[in-house]
Every structure is written in structure tokens, then in C-alpha cells.
């Protein structure tokens, strides 16, 4: 059983900072944890990515976020961020966590957390 919590979101006006929050949470004797990273849907659009961060530590990003944004990990933890700086409206849209996890020696597949709305407005 995996289960994904996220936090952190908000209203903030445009040039504003925020950072999520995303920690997983899993029942399994045994568990790998690939990938890690942030999508987001803006009403009317598809789901996005924003940010995935290996589990190595190597980040890639949108080319939308680029410089502005932040992805980092703590394997510890088992939690990943997004440090948001210098926030635009159409930066606007519900954030979701994604992990790719493998438990018990099976396939790895992909978990979502429940998103959480990020809104950029005055």
C-alpha cells in the first residue's frame, strides 16, 4: 500500500514563493523508490510535467519553470519538494505528486498524490 501526502499550497500574488510538499508512505517489507516529481492541470489543459528528480538526484524541468523553480529530495524521508520562486498566474493549476515505486521485487509503477491548488493571483 502506497499513499501519497501533499502540502503546501496556497494563494500567492505573482513574484511570490512557495514550496510543496509531497511524502509517501509505504506498507511493503520491501520498496524501491525510482523517480520522484511534481505535474500540474490547469483547468482546461492536460496534465503537465513540471519536475522530476531521479533517484540519484538528477533534476529535469519544464522549460516553463526553468531557473524559478527547484525539485529536491530527501530519500530518508521519502519525500520530495518544489521550491516555487518568482510565481506567474499561469503558473496557476492544481499540483500533483507522482513516485514510481516497486514493492515486494514487482514492477514499478506509478502513484499520485490527491493534488493540491496552487493559485498566483492579486
Known amino acids: 500500500q502506497v499513499q501519497l501526502v501533499e502540502s503546501g499550497g496556497g494563494l500567492v500574488q505573482p513574484g511570490g514563493s512557495l514550496r510543496l510538499s509531497c511524502a509517501a508512505s509505504?506498507?511493503?517489507?520491501?520498496?524501491?523508490?525510482?523517480?520522484m516529481g511534481w505535474y500540474r492541470q490547469a483547468p482546461g489543459n492536460q496534465r503537465e510535467l513540471v519536475a522530476v528528480?531521479?533517484?540519484?538526484?538528477?533534476?529535469n524541468y519544464a522549460d516553463s519553470v526553468k531557473g524559478r523553480f527547484t525539485i529536491s529530495r530527501d530519500n530518508a524521508k521519502i519525500t520530495v519538494y518544489l521550491q516555487m520562486n518568482s510565481l506567474k498566474p499561469e503558473d496557476t493549476a492544481v499540483y500533483y505528486c507522482?513516485?514510481?515505486?516497486?514493492?515486494?521485487?514487482?514492477?514499478?509503477?506509478?502513484?499520485w498524490g490527491q493534488g493540491t491548488q496552487v493559485t498566483v493571483s492579486y
Open positions: 509505504v506498507s511493503a517489507m520491501l520498496f524501491s523508490i525510482n523517480a
Open positions: 528528480i531521479t533517484s540519484g538526484g538528477r533534476p
Open positions: 507522482n513516485a514510481r515505486i516497486s514493492t515486494n521485487g514487482g514492477t514499478a509503477r506509478d502513484y
